[in-house]
Structure formats: C-alpha cells, structure tokens
C-alpha cells in the first residue's frame, strides 16, 4: 500500500528555524511550536531564523527534490536600508557578484522590481528601525537558485543591505491569504515550473 503524503503551506514568522530538532541550544524556536506536524515532515528549503514568509513542508522527499529544482522560481520581497535605485534593480537583474563557501560567485540573471504598496499579508513584523535613521525601500526578486543567504548577499552587493526579507511565493504557492503563523494544508498535484 503507497504512503499517503501530507503537505502544508507555511507563513513562518521571524525568530523560528526552518527545522523541527535543534541540538546547539533549546531556547531556539522551531516549526512544531506552530503546528502539530505529522511524523517525518521536512521543510522544503530553509529560510534563515531572520527570514519570514512562505515555507513549503512536505512528508514526501521526493516532492522536496521536484520543489528545490532550480526550474521553481522563488520569490522574495526585501526591505532594504536606504531607497534602492532603478541602476541597483538593473544589476540585480542582471546578476551580482557574492561570496559563497569562501569563493565569488555570480548569481543567474533573475526578475527583480520595485514594491511601492506592500499586500496586507506580509503584515508589520519586527520592528526594524526609527524612521530616523534614514529611508528603507522594498524590491522584489525572483530566483530559481537558493545559495545560502543569497537575496541578502544580493542586495548588499549593490549597496542596499536589506533589513527585512520575506518569502512571497514558491512557484505557484503565494502566501496570500497567511498571517504569520498560520498552517494550511496543500496538495502538489499543480505545481508548475
């Protein structure tokens, strides 16, 4: 009898690991705070402790592999420290040059524009800063690669180091309709390159 595969859609909030066991330190938050996950459930991708947004889980590896191919584009909104100029999305566009297990690499030319209005569900999150302390300006960017902290190294190298950055949609999965938190259940029967 074939294993029946659960999935979910996951809008991981700031302050959690992308995992279900941590060893180092047990102060660390984890997904099974949030939600009472089958046995065997594995994050597909990882969003880093500071990162927020949409997370795809699965019991399914082989589903893991399909979703982490580098034909799934990956969008992300970051919000970055200073107003990020037409000539710094062109280079991002274009592909940037960031460090990657100590040598240089050049990121695939991907989509990346301005956000001028922010949807509902991304929602305030942390606090970043006084507004003081200069202007922050949001740019979306598309990817279908997933290097370590890639958007964050990509903005950095065009001198906007971004200091928010969220998940919106991994292929056809977008985190509208999620508040930070929340679990749904999804199927993959659709999912589209």
Known sequence: MEKIHQHFALHKPHGYLSQFIYEKKRTKKKLGELYDFPEGTM??????????????????????????????????????DGTITDEAVEQLKQGVEIGFKGIRYTTKPCEARLIYNLP?????????????????????????????????????????????LVRVRVGDFTLAGLNSGDVIEISFDSISQ
């Open 120 to 164: 509902d569900y991304i929602g305030e999150g942390r606090r970043i800063r006084d507004e003081r302390h200069g202007p922050t300006s949001w740019v979306s960017i598309t990817v279908t690669e997933g290097k370590y902290r890639q958007i964050r190294k990509m903005t950095a190298a065009v001198g906007f180091p971004t200091l928010r």
């Open 43 to 80: 994050a597909i991708g990882r969003l880093d402790e500071d990162s927020e947004g949409l997370l795809l889980l699965t019991t399914d590896g082989r589903m893991s592999e399909l979703v982490r191919s580098k034909t799934i584009e990956k969008e992300y909104y970051a919000q970055v």
